[in-house]
């Protein structure tokens, strides 16, 4: 098993930049395939990105291409998401979740491990 703990959340004012991470503990996490998920006020969690074992096959929901990247330092136990142009409708509860496949996938259901989540909030 791996135990993942999110951070890097905070209020930032909309254009703004953030950078989370998700911090792993346990077995090998160059392993896991991980994947980001968000759930806003209101709304159902819905996916972000995620990205293979080693790094390669980033993959992206449609409306974060080209502002948000993932990318992960498995000798450090860390994924990263970046996130760039921040709106108000971004304003989420940011999770980090992993599977022991090479892939990620979009659908929670397919991950095994998941953080607490961290809070993002983007102002007007």
């Known amino acids: 098993q791996v135990q993942l703990v999110e951070s890097g959340g905070g209020s930032v004012q909309a254009g703004g930049s953030l950078r989370l991470s998700c911090a792993a503990s346990?077995?090998?996490?160059?392993?896991?395939?991980v994947g980001w998920f968000r759930q806003g006020p209101g709304k159902e969690r819905e996916f972000v990105a995620a990205?293979?074992?080693?790094?390669?096959?980033?993959v992206y929901a449609d409306s974060w291409k080209g502002q948000f990247t993932i990318s992960r330092d498995n000798a450090k136990n860390i994924v990263y998401l970046h996130m760039t142009g921040l709106k108000p409708e971004d304003t989420a509860v940011y999770y980090c979740?992993?599977?022991?496949?090479?892939?990620?996938?979009?659908?929670?259901?397919?991950?095994?491990?998941w953080g607490r989540g961290t809070q993002v909030t983007v102002s007007s």
């Open positions: 990205i293979s074992r080693g790094g390669g096959t980033p």
């Open positions: 346990g077995r090998t996490f160059s392993d896991y395939a």
């Open positions: 979740a992993a599977r022991p496949l090479i892939f990620g996938s979009k659908s929670g259901s397919d991950y095994d491990y």
